[in-house]
């Protein structure tokens, strides 16, 4: 019998041998293997302001702490944050991507989904912006992008009404490689975190990437990272010599995980083309199989396919007859608002409701042969 694993890590040949180059070194913090990497990330990216940091959930974290701050720019007024101003964002998603509203004092307001996308369904989203909602938090599901020109015209509507535009965070923790019309995601403009933990397309072990739009947020967000201290101007000694104008976090990435991602990436071409094609296979063949139905797939959403989401009917059954035959199937994320730490903010989500048992993900990386497709695709077709 076979066994094809939902996640598989990807380390490149090469990431050992570079790895025990920085462990003899005798400096293994954040250092020149860090800048490094970062300028690999602005290169692929095509951006200037990439902070590299220790997890995509402390990404998402700094991002909060660096709206707090008043901002304006020539398209823009961004009011800051007070405690208790609203977060607007999905509970289909890994914990870590709420949690930081709560770390930062701010409240969420649940948003349901679009059962076609998972991602947000954009007319709720509409319908539920007050003049506290200060930043709406978006997560591609799978890797398959939101419509971000949906959401900007959310935007400029709430300044009409308002006065202000909403921040936008993006979550593109599944999403490294996907594209929004042509354009890579983490590229349109807002606070976009990617993650490269251990089953990510590209892995530093653990680690992730902060983009931000401004300069302003960038220069804060290097400080942040490293408890406030600047390194670089402060040639002395800069863990005694300098003031500390804003306290900050332990945050930063190191040398040896910096030095695996580089590595692995690149690799990733090879690997969010593998999973491209992999999702192809499944959106060609699946489609005429009973009881299965697939998500959207506009051809100007370029998604990355960290993972592929279908809906089944009697998915327990379902999963129970890949399982029989060694292939792996999750959900992968539970519903966040199910939690007793945010019972406070319940809401009726009935698309959500309806989807939450129907969902399942099947392998889709680039672990996955062809032979591999065509036996899972067998297997779903003997029916369950």
Known sequence: MRNIPLFKVFMAETAGAAVTQVLNSGFIGQGSKVEEFEAQLRNYFNQDFCLS???????LHLAYHLLKNPHESRNSKWPGLESGDEVLTTALTCTASNFGILANNLRIKWVDINPNTLNLD??????????KTKIIQLVHW????????RVREIQQKTKEMLGFKPAVIEDCAHSFGSTYKGKKIGTHGNLSMFSFQAIKHVTSIDGGLLITPHLELYKRGKLIR??????????????????????GYKFHMNDVCATVGSENLKHADTIIKTHQANAAYYNQHLTTIPGITLLDNHPDYGSAYWIYTIKVKNRDGFIQKMKDHGIACSRVHERNDKHTCVKEFVSHLPA??????????????????????EYIVSKMKEGW
Do not use: Q
Request: charged letters at 35%; aromatic letters at 12%; one cysteine or more.
């Open 226 to 247: 490293w408890y406030g201290i600047d390194r670089e101007n402060n040639r002395k000694d800069f863990r005694c010599e300098a003031d500390i104008s804003e306290w």
């Open 53 to 59: 940091l220790n997890s995509g959930t402390s990404g």
């Open 352 to 373: 959500l409701d309806r989807v939450i048992s129907e969902m399942v993900c099947i392998p889709v990386g680039w672990w996955v042969t062809p032979e591999d497709r």
């Open 142 to 149: 799978g890797g398959y992008p939101n419509d971000l020109d």
């Open 122 to 131: 954009y007319d709720d989203l509409e319908r539920k912006i007050t003049h």
